[in-house]
């Protein structure tokens, strides 16, 4: 109980850096264990599509701009979800092939996925109320 | 047994790509190979071809970048207050373009796939003449079979091998693009567009450049003589369009080591490279350090890997370029290539991707149309830009002879290097005209900013037939650079001085 209380406060926090958390590594990838880089393929099948909590994929690239405002913001919200939720980047530059199987046109492209199947997908930017909506409606909440 | 496509394009570049994605367009079923070998300096790049990653595009992107620096210069005398000396920063200019390359990787491979076009990574080698095979990077066999092949593998920059150190040391536009810091005092040289391009954008970023060259600059753009008489290609201009380019660089401040050969690179200490060359004028040896040497001595066709021997593809003995007939068909019956690969033709973008699409309606439809390549308009991005289309003055007077053309021209100076305080010499337009008869324009020539912009339209014109009295009465746009092409009247033969004022 009191363990899933410090992680809860954990995950509350903003995400500030390492030393925030008083160099303990624990209190990183708490908050950090929600969102992770797909690595390859095979990451992809056992962290995403064989993962028995629903993950949302971001497909972002180096080059894109709103990439980089809509994956902090996506990600702060999962955060927020404690574990309900995880997320899941693509780098699509590093991964093109699985990019192009998920049939990622223009980035950002999130998909939310559960039991390996895409159930929702949006593209491009969203605020903060369309992303809850988002991740709401995946969790089934 | 069948093969198992209807059309394998071997090379994802910017004929290759064209060629694919318009023969799927009548729902064949077609595969694209691209690979990129790396460059022995480590670069390498993704779907597009060499105009996308290494070519066109980023060339283009930094000249501008290089255009903004004179911009900024100029902006003081239009009342803007800017601390001068204005820096560059390689990184941030570099990291953009390079991002927005990947970004057309991307595109690419988007487009591939909607088209339905089947996209492998592999290096693909003929082991016969329907089968392709090749090893992806992690070392897979694939086997392609296919009806119709087409060769669109391009060329990469090719080494001074006979100079010691040349392939160790030096890197080329391969490298260039990608560096993601600043090639800091470079050296370049020695003949193509491709030197003064990249000459020219450095020293406009404020970078310490020299160029090296044998003799006169833009020489695979020039002299009639390397062309066969039978067919012209726009490419060529001539001599005195050269001159002027490189007296605009010079001025501009890139240094030029004319009649200058060079013998040997060696890294030193410090990690910069010592040059050593031999001055053919002064008949002396002289010798250089600089942080960079950028070799652009010409492309080579990239087939050696191709195993086109085996198949029967014949290739020129001296360029090994693919030999090629009037509707792209190589000696192999089904077996065609096009873009920078083949033997004769503009090593172009958009010629490549018009070939690519009329070979596939060939193919594919009921099309017999055939790639034209007379007149091709084309544009050199230098500091100051050199753009043309139809034949050069040499070009004309070998065909028709010198009595038969008449050449106008005139320096002009754009409006907006008054204020600038800008030199304008080498500003400079000519058109060359038949003298009889109609006066159809056969050429015509401009040095001047923004020159492809400017040509662009006039190709149109040239398609077209147009003469000397059709342009006289084109009615020109004021103030522009581009009316005094409608206003030209003084002619080389008169002797007269050619410079023009505006209003």
């Known amino acids: 109980m009191a363990q899933r209380l410090a992680l809860q406060r954990l995950l509350s926090l903003p995400a500030r850096g390492p030393l925030a958390y008083h160099g303990r590594a624990f209190g990183i990838s708490a908050g950090r264990r929600s969102t992770f880089n797909v690595q390859d393929g095979s990451d992809f099948q056992d962290r995403v599509v064989n993962s028995p909590k629903p993950v949302v994929v971001d497909f972002h690239a180096q080059w894109c701009g709103p990439c980089k405002i809509l994956g902090p913001r996506l990600e702060k919200l999962v955060a927020k979800l404690e574990g309900k939720v995880l997320m899941a980047k693509v780098d699509i530059d590093d991964h093109t092939d699985l990019a192009i199987e998920y049939e990622v046109g223009a980035v950002p492209t999130v998909l939310a996925m559960k039991n390996g199947d895409v159930v929702d997908k949006f593209v491009g930017i969203k605020d903060e109320d369309q992303l809850e909506a988002f991740l709401k409606k995946l969790i089934g909440a | ?503």
């Open chain 2, 1 to 503: 047994g069948k093969n198992e496509y209807d059309l394998l394009v071997i090379g994802g570049g910017s004929g290759g790509l064209a060629c694919a994605k318009e023969a799927a367009q009548f729902g064949r079923k077609v595969a694209v190979l691209d690979y990129v070998e790396p460059s022995p300096q480590g670069a390498t790049w993704g779907l597009g071809g060499t105009c996308v990653n290494v070519g066109c595009i980023p060339k283009k992107l930094m000249h501008q970048a290089a255009l903004l620096g004179s911009a900024l210069k100029d902006a003081q005398h239009y009342g803007w207050n800017i601390s001068q000396p204005v820096h560059h920063t390689w990184s941030v200019m570099a990291q953009a373009v390079q991002n927005y390359v990947k970004s057309l990787n991307w595109g690419h491979r988007v487009q591939l796939q909607e088209k339905k076009v089947k996209y492998f990574n592999i290096k693909g080698s003929f082991s016969d003449p329907h089968t392709v095979r090749g090893l992806t990077k992690a070392g897979k066999e694939t086997v392609v079979t296919a009806d119709n092949i087409v060769i669109a593998t391009g060329g990469r920059p090719k080494y001074p091998m006979h100079v010691a150190g040349a392939l160790e040391y030096g890197i080329t536009s391969d490298d260039l693009f990608w560096l993601k810091e600043s090639p800091g005092k470079t050296l370049t040289g020695a003949s193509p567009d491709v030197s003064l391009e990249c000459a020219g954008f450095l020293t406009g970023i404020g970078l310490d450049t020299t160029v090296m060259m044998r003799s006169i600059p833009l020489r695979g753009f020039d002299q009639a003589s390397h062309i066969p008489k039978k067919k012209q290609i726009s490419l060529i201009t001539q001599q005195q369009m050269a001159a002027l380019v490189t007296e605009h660089m010079e001025s501009y401040g890139t240094k030029f080591l004319k009649r200058c050969f060079p013998t040997k690179v060696e890294k030193l200490k410090s990690n910069r490279l010592q040059v050593t060359w031999k001055n053919a004028d002064l008949d002396t040896e002289e010798t250089d350090s600089f942080d960079t040497v950028m070799w652009a001595v010409g492309r080579a066709p990239d087939t050696k890997t191709l195993n086109l021997e085996t198949i029967g593809v014949k290739t020129n003995s001296e360029t090994g370029k693919i030999i090629v007939d009037a509707g792209e068909a190589t000696s192999v019956p089904h077996i065609y290539a096009i873009g920078d690969i083949t033997e004769g033709r503009p090593e172009l973008t958009p010629t490549a991707i018009a070939a690519g699409k009329l070979l596939a309606q060939r193919l594919f439809s009921q099309s017999s149309e055939l790639m034209d390549y007379d007149n091709v308009p084309t544009t050199v991005f230098t500091p100051l830009e050199y753009g043309c289309v139809g034949l050069s003055e040499e070009a004309a007077v070998q065909r028709h002879g010198s009595d038969n053309i008449e050449v106008y021209h005139a320096y002009y100076k754009p409006l907006e290097f008054t204020v600038a305080e800008r030199d304008a010499t080498q500003c400079y337009m000519k058109m060359v005209c038949l003298r009889e008869r109609e006066q159809r324009i056969l050429g015509l020539h401009f040095i001047g900013p923004n020159a492809g912009e400017v040509i662009q339209g006039f190709a149109l014109g040239i398609k077209c037939g147009a003469t000397y009295p059709q342009m006289m009465k084109t009615v020109g746009i004021h103030p522009t650079c581009a009316e005094e092409v409608t206003k030209l009247h003084i002619t080389k033969r008169s002797g007269l001085d050619a410079t023009v004022t505006g209003c």
